[in-house]
């Protein structure tokens, strides 16, 4: 690649890390990762537990789709065939790159910004290859193979999403030259994250975050606590989130094409102009906003 120092780097990541997880370390074994962070998926090193784990880990939130999950999300995961215990990336990575041009890349957890973007710029999609412990089996801090690969890589296979996160990799890579990074994570955040998408039996799921989540896939449709608001890119891009607790608004998509539209243009003077706004708290309903209600 360029002239980095891969080795400062990535010792300024996990510094990074290290201050952001409050001291604590990233758990995935990083001593075998290339410079992109790329490692092999060992098949062989899945226990018969963790592939048990697997099982249960989908099962349960197999059952919770229907009826929640945009049709796109069911579909698609049901044609990948990985109920049977943690699939294997190559395998996926085939199907994918015949349905959209996609491949996975097998990661130790995460990796720096400008790496991610990378990926996604290039049409690959970085899965974390560990499986929490059962201990975590409803909640877990770091993204692991669950969710990665079970929320995140069905809808690779909708040809508009995946063209869109192309672009929002191409975005990321610019955003970090132009100081938005923050705002395009939020952005991140609230749609392949935790977004909702409008259908005509109403709203349902399309964000990795709530699809591979026990709890909030039932809260996010049906708890009136939470708002549900009219996706705008703008108004997202300044919207802080809550990462340790369901969300507190949920901004809701007509359609996948909506999405790559309102994503579509130069995003230069929008960092600018957010740049002397003030950010909203996450519970924030503006005026002439509509709470659009439970599902
Ligand atoms: N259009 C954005 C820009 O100019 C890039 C982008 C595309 C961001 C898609 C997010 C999603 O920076
Ligand atoms: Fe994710």
């Known amino acids: ?12 990541f996990f510094k990074t890390l290290a201050e952001k997880s409050d001291g604590g370390t990233l758990r995935g074994d990083y001593s075998k990762a290339d410079a992109q962070y790329v490692v092999q998926q060992d098949m062989a090193a899945y226990t018969p537990e963790q592939h048990a784990l697997w099982r249960r880990l ?3 939130q197999a059952r919770l789709l229907p009826g929640r999950a945009c049709d796109v999300f069911i ?14 990336f190559e395998r996926t990575s085939e199907a994918l790159f015949k349905a959209t041009g996609w491949r996975l890349v097998a990661v130790p957890g995460l990796v ?6 990378e990926h996604l710029a290039s049409r690959r999609f970085p899965v974390t290859v560990w499986l929490r412990e059962p201990h975590e089996f409803d909640y877990i801090v770091e993204p692991d193979v669950f969710h990665d690969f079970f929320g995140h890589v069905p809808l690779l296979f909708n040809p508009i999403v995946a063209d869109h996160l192309q672009q929002y990799g191409l975005g990321g890579l ?3 030259k132009l100081g938005g990074l923050k705002n395009l994570a ?3 955040w609230y749609t392949i994250e935790f977004g909702l998408i409008q259908s005509p039996q109403g709203l349902r799921v399309y964000g990795a975050g709530i699809l591979s989540s026990g709890g909030e896939i039932e809260y996010c449709l049906t708890n009136p606590a939470p708002k549900r608001v009219a996706f705008n890119a703008e108004r997202v891009m300044r919207t802080l989130y809550k990462i340790d607790s369901y969300q507190e608004t ?3 998509i007509r359609d996948f094409q909506q999405l790559f539209d309102e994503t579509a243009p130069d995003f230069t003077p929008i960092y600018e102009r957010l740049k002397d706004l003030e950010t909203l708290p996450a519970d924030t309903l503006l005026p002439g906003e509509a709470d659009l209600g439970v599902a």
């Open 250 to 252: 949920y901004f809701v």
């Open 58 to 60: 989908y099962e349960r």
């Open 75 to 88: 579909e698609s995961l049901a044609a990948l065939d990985a109920s049977q215990g943690v699939p294997d």
């Open 186 to 188: 939020r952005l991140y």
């Open 174 to 176: 610019k955003a970090l």
């Open 1 to 12: 690649m360029e002239a980095h120092d891969t080795t400062v780097e990535q010792d300024e």
């Open 112 to 117: 720096p910004d400008e790496t991610f973007f």
